[in-house]
């Protein structure tokens, strides 16, 4: 089957193809149909499914059908709400690659930054909001979100925001949506918390399940090489020096790190070129065919672009940057061996990326296999003044989202000092 048997429209269509999608996954097959006909779904998935494209299609194609019959301001038909920042982040990219030809405007919102951008993105209009529970429960009572307007709700990742303890705020969410609306649940595991909650969301759902991704690493050779942040260029340039690696897929977790990865290669003539939401089109079609056709050795993409590329008899796939979620290790490295050829993953880990390594290896049921002997071992020497700065940073971050949880659970968010101020 072809996204071009799912009935989609002719935008969507071409943004599926300039993305390289062909053939859509067995999620996809089994959920846009249903979504298309206005059914709640109930679906038992985990990252790496495809499950993303599997609910941002439909809505998208929804909301395009509807868009002419709308008159007046923008407002908010759509709200997926999502447990993490990163997680978050993707989805919007999602949105912005599937709905690039049609006037849908979707934003992110999440905790751990100034306010201001989203806020002023939400006063433009928009028609998708993604979100993670705190920022939109504090937006919501500083009154720039309203819910009445809503009809496609997902609630994406169910089991790790009852983990993260955010069931109360989802409950408040679910209490200022309209009762008619198409609901979308999905949870990689299914418990008794899980099952009851979904049934408070979601009317006749359809149920679907596809199998967890961790059985496609068994037949990949897998190597790791724990090593410090700083010696992450070296060490890849070290690894590199292997002649047989004539063709590598190597990921990076940012834009930014990808095209400095590029640049640094390239300064030592290997040549390399990057994939992500930030380069044109045209620019994404001419690395990959450069890359497929020998004329670079090195394609460097982040995850959401490299959605869609399928590259025959590729071999090596490279981590240089460990992803957190262990399902998206599963989906990089599963890009290599395909079509009868063996597949080899090498990955570079910094200290702070240990704890990534243990969740992959719970979830694979494997232990990776170490490399001992290179030239840059990681040690317990203190943080250079760089990554001492981008810890920090990520610290605070984590940090404030932690205490914007605490606050809200307490009742005592910050838009409420305004009101205890003007009692007085």
């Given at each position: 089957?072809t996204?071009?048997?799912l009935?989609?429209i002719?935008p969507?269509?071409?943004?599926?193809?300039?993305?390289n999608?062909?053939s859509?996954?067995?999620?996809?097959?089994?959920?846009i149909?249903?979504?298309?006909?206005?059914?709640d779904?109930l679906?038992s998935?985990q990252t790496?499914?495809?499950k993303?494209?599997?609910?941002a299609i439909?809505?998208?194609q929804?909301?395009?059908e509807?868009?002419?019959s709308?008159?007046g301001a923008?407002?908010?038909r759509?709200?997926?709400?999502?447990?993490?920042?990163?997680?978050?982040?993707?989805?919007?990219?999602?949105?912005?690659?599937?709905?690039?030809?049609?006037?849908?405007?979707?934003?992110?919102i999440?905790?751990?930054?100034?306010?201001n951008?989203?806020?002023?993105?939400?006063?433009?209009?928009v028609?998708?909001?993604?979100?993670?529970?705190?920022?939109?429960l504090d937006?919501?009572?500083?009154?720039?979100?309203?819910?009445?307007?809503?009809?496609?709700?997902?609630l994406d990742?169910?089991d790790?925001?009852?983990?993260?303890?955010?069931?109360?705020?989802?409950?408040?969410?679910?209490?200022?949506l309209?009762?008619?609306?198409?609901?979308?649940?999905?949870?990689a595991t299914?418990?008794?918390?899980i099952?009851?909650?979904?049934?408070?969301i979601?009317?006749?759902?359809i149920k679907?399940?596809?199998?967890?991704?961790?059985?496609t690493?068994?037949?990949?050779?897998?190597?790791?090489?724990?090593?410090?942040?700083s010696?992450?260029?070296e060490?890849?340039?070290?690894?590199l020096?292997?002649p047989?690696?004539?063709?590598?897929?190597?990921?990076?977790?940012?834009k930014?790190?990808a095209?400095?990865?590029?640049?640094?290669?390239?300064?030592?003539?290997?040549?390399?070129?990057?994939i992500?939401?930030?380069k044109?089109?045209n620019q994404?079609?001419?690395?990959?065919?450069d890359?497929?056709q020998?004329k670079?050795?090195?394609l460097?993409?982040?995850?959401?672009?490299?959605?869609?590329?399928?590259?025959?008899?590729?071999?090596?796939?490279?981590n240089f940057?460990?992803?957190?979620?262990?399902e998206?290790y599963?989906?990089?490295?599963?890009?290599?061996?395909?079509?009868?050829?063996e597949g080899v993953?090498i990955?570079?880990?910094?200290?702070?990326?240990?704890?990534y390594?243990?969740?992959?290896?719970?979830?694979i049921?494997?232990?990776i296999?170490?490399?001992?002997?290179?030239?840059?071992p990681?040690?317990?020497?203190?943080?250079t003044?760089?990554e001492?700065?981008?810890f920090?940073?990520?610290?605070?971050?984590?940090r404030?989202?932690?205490?914007?949880?605490?606050r809200?659970?307490?009742?005592n968010?910050d838009?409420?000092?305004?009101n205890?101020?003007?009692?007085?």
């Amino acid at each position: 089957m072809t996204f071009e048997d799912l009935e989609l429209i002719a935008p969507i269509q071409r943004a599926l193809k300039e993305e390289n999608y062909v053939s859509p996954t067995p999620i996809q097959v089994q959920a846009i149909p249903e979504l298309l006909k206005g059914r709640d779904i109930l679906a038992s998935a985990q990252t790496g499914t495809g499950k993303t494209a599997a609910f941002a299609i439909p809505i998208l194609q929804q909301l395009v059908e509807e868009y002419e019959s709308k008159q007046g301001a923008r407002q908010i038909r759509a709200l997926i709400l999502t447990p993490t920042r990163e997680l978050a982040i993707q989805i919007g990219e999602s949105l912005d690659a599937y709905g690039r030809h049609t006037r849908i405007r979707n934003t992110v919102i999440f905790g751990g930054v100034n306010q201001n951008k989203q806020t002023d993105a939400l006063r433009r209009g928009v028609d998708i909001l993604v979100a993670t529970p705190g920022r939109l429960l504090d937006l919501m009572n500083q009154g720039f979100i309203r819910l009445s307007s809503i009809d496609y709700f997902v609630l994406d990742e169910a089991d790790r925001m009852l983990d993260m303890g955010f069931i109360h705020d989802i409950r408040k969410v679910l209490a200022k949506l309209p009762e008619k609306r198409q609901s979308l649940f999905f949870s990689a595991t299914m418990p008794d918390t899980i099952v009851s909650l979904s049934r408070n969301i979601l009317t006749n759902p359809i149920k679907v399940a596809v199998s967890p991704v961790s059985s496609t690493a068994e037949t990949i050779q897998q190597y790791l090489y724990l090593t410090n942040k700083s010696s992450k260029p070296e060490l890849l340039l070290h690894i590199l020096r292997d002649p047989e690696m004539d063709q590598v897929l190597l990921f990076s977790r940012t834009k930014h790190g990808a095209d400095r990865i590029c640049k640094n290669l390239n300064k030592k003539h290997i040549g390399a070129a990057a994939i992500h939401g930030n380069k044109s089109q045209n620019q994404r079609q001419k690395a990959l065919k450069d890359f497929k056709q020998g004329k670079i050795r090195v394609l460097v993409a982040t995850d959401i672009a490299s959605r869609g590329i399928d590259i025959d008899q590729l071999r090596y796939v490279v981590n240089f940057d460990i992803p957190n979620e262990p399902e998206t290790y599963v989906h990089r490295i599963g890009r290599s061996g395909r079509a009868g050829e063996e597949g080899v993953s090498i990955s570079l880990c910094e200290p702070e990326e240990n704890a990534y390594i243990k969740s992959i290896e719970k979830l694979i049921d494997q232990k990776i296999q170490r490399v001992e002997d290179h030239p840059f071992p990681q040690t317990d020497r203190p943080m250079t003044a760089n990554e001492k700065k981008a810890f920090d940073k990520e610290k605070a971050r984590k940090r404030q989202e932690f205490f914007d949880a605490r606050r809200k659970n307490k009742g005592n968010r910050d838009s409420n000092r305004p009101n205890r101020r003007n009692r007085r």
